[in-house]
């Protein structure tokens, strides 16, 4: 069965340093979304992508947050510097294309920043 | 703009218990009603999902129900099992505008034998 794969699965990092996490959607699905859940709350979008264009990303923190999708295939999610609040499941998912009303969620990558 | 509000948890049954979780929305136009489950250290499934008003969904023996008239989609299960324990998320999908999911903060269910 096709699934969304995500790396790593756990990260531990220092504050002020850089991490990266990467995102192979299911083939074929355009439309590519980053959330982050933090403990307790529900998955909030950070960008979502139509190929290797950005569609939304209104609440992706530009100062340190950036995403790429260059070949609209896989994409990595990556923040610089990494501050304590930053700690939070990040969660890809994907779906045939913008308003599919079905996404397909990875396992997420856990991140603790110490 | 869309929102998506749950009972809060967490919630403790017993197994074979009547499972309810509350689920309202608000949002413009008619959007796309889900509910995810998120087990232990896993990424969000699906679990169910209605696209329009008095569809019903259904899978694994759960049920919702969109309401129209009361903008809800409430999560229900006549007889839980230990392996239902989890978070579930209701979410709304609004085609036709920011064409995003917007979850609800989501509640956690445990299910004791």
């Known amino acids: 069965e096709a699934e969304v794969a995500q790396s790593p699965r756990y990260k531990i990092t220092e504050k002020s340093q850089a991490v990266a996490f990467w995102c192979d959607p299911i083939?074929?699905?355009?439309?590519l979304y980053w959330y982050r859940q933090i403990l307790g709350q529900g998955p909030e979008l950070l960008v979502q992508f139509q190929d290797e264009s950005v569609v939304d990303d209104s609440q992706l923190p530009k100062d340190r947050f950036s995403a790429e999708r260059l070949k609209g295939v896989d994409s990595t999610l990556k923040i610089q510097p990494a501050e304590l609040g930053d700690s939070a499941m990040y969660l890809c998912?994907?779906?045939?294309?913008?308003?599919?009303?079905?996404?397909?969620f990875g396992q997420g990558t856990r991140l603790t920043v110490v | 703009g869309n929102s998506v509000t749950q009972m809060e948890g967490p919630v403790t049954l017993s197994e074979e218990a009547f499972l309810t979780i509350n689920c309202t929305y608000t949002?413009?136009?008619?959007?796309?009603l889900f509910w995810y489950v998120q087990y232990p250290g896993e990424g969000l499934q699906l679990l169910l999902k209605a696209t329009k008003a008095d569809d019903k969904g259904s899978n694994k023996g759960f049920e919702a129900t969109y309401r129209k008239e009361t903008t809800s989609f409430h999560l229900e299960k006549g007889s839980v099992q230990v392996s239902d324990s989890a978070v579930y998320f209701c979410?709304?999908?609004?085609?036709?505008?920011?064409?995003?999911?917007?979850f609800g903060k989501g509640m956690k269910l445990t299910v004791n034998p």
């Open positions: 949002a413009t136009g008619y959007p796309s």
């Open positions: 979410a709304l999908l609004h085609q036709g505008g920011s064409e995003k999911l917007v």
């Open positions: 998912a994907s779906s045939l294309t913008t308003g599919t009303p079905e996404a397909f």
């Open positions: 083939s074929g699905h355009a439309t």
